[in-house]
């Protein structure tokens, strides 16, 4: 069960952040929600920008679950939050391994930070998905929100229970894999692979990707896959 315990604070630096300076002191399952940021963190070291009225929480997950299989955890959250914004008539799709999108822009961005090793080891997932911003500025071309979509505030406190009501239901992995792969834009799509040009056949379930082509087929692992250019364009 997660989201027994929520802490709110209008600001913190990072959500992250905070669950990894305090994690000793909270339990499994709780989430750490911020109305605002001042230093969210987004992947590869880039900033998330975090004004107020969009949704910024932390999990901590201190079980087993995740710790084996952590692509299951990109599974999971990537479906829920797909599963979550349909129930707002928004239809999303993944970007692999799980960035939530709409046609090219972003509406919601994960962050998984894992603290210790082996058996003391623990897992933070960041979420942050935009919710009520009405402009981007710059990154109009690359970023929307549930209000862009829809044209309607929501409210935070909603977007975060169904959060919990969706992560908290019991779902076989094969069906969460099945719905993951279903949403999976980039499947089917062509990329270039040390000058080869392949097809992407399949994301596999240990978060490798499958590429083909009339030679056979390659298993590339993501930090590969992030150098090719079709892939930062999709
Ligand atoms: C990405 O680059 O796509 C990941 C963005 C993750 C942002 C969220 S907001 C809540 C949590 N706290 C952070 O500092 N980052 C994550």
């Not at 987004?42 to 952590?70: A, C, H, M, T």
């Not at 779902?171 to 000058?195: A, E, P, T, V």
């Amino acid at each position: 069960m997660i989201g027994k315990r929520i802490i709110r604070f209008d600001k913190l630096d990072s959500t992250n952040d905070y669950v990894k300076q305090h994690l000793n002191a909270l339990d499994h399952g709780t989430i750490i929600f911020a109305y605002e940021q001042s230093k969210g963190k987004g992947r590869f070291g880039n900033v998330w920008v975090s004004n107020p009225g969009n949704l910024y929480i932390s999990l901590l997950i201190k079980n087993q679950e995740y710790r084996d299989n952590i692509f299951d955890l990109h599974i999971k959250v990537s479906v829920v939050l797909i599963e979550l914004l349909k129930k707002y008539q928004i239809e999303a799709y993944i970007k692999y391994p799980n960035d939530i999108i709409i046609g090219k822009r972003k509406i919601a961005g994960i962050l998984i930070e894992t603290v210790g090793y082996n058996k003391a080891r623990n897992i933070i997932l960041g979420i942050g998905l935009n919710v009520n911003q009405v402009n981007f500025l710059e990154l109009n071309e690359k970023a929307t929100s549930m209000f862009i979509e829809i044209g309607k505030e929501l409210k935070l406190d909603e977007i975060l229970s169904d959060f919990i009501d969706m992560f908290n239901k019991k779902s076989s992995y094969l069906n969460m894999y099945d719905k993951y792969i279903k949403k999976s834009i980039i499947i089917g799509r062509k990329i270039g692979y040390q000058g080869i040009i392949y097809t992407v056949k399949t994301v596999e379930k240990n978060g490798k990707i499958l590429l083909q082509n009339s030679n056979g087929e390659t298993e590339i692992d993501f930090d590969k896959l992030t150098l090719c250019k079709e892939y930062k364009n999709l």
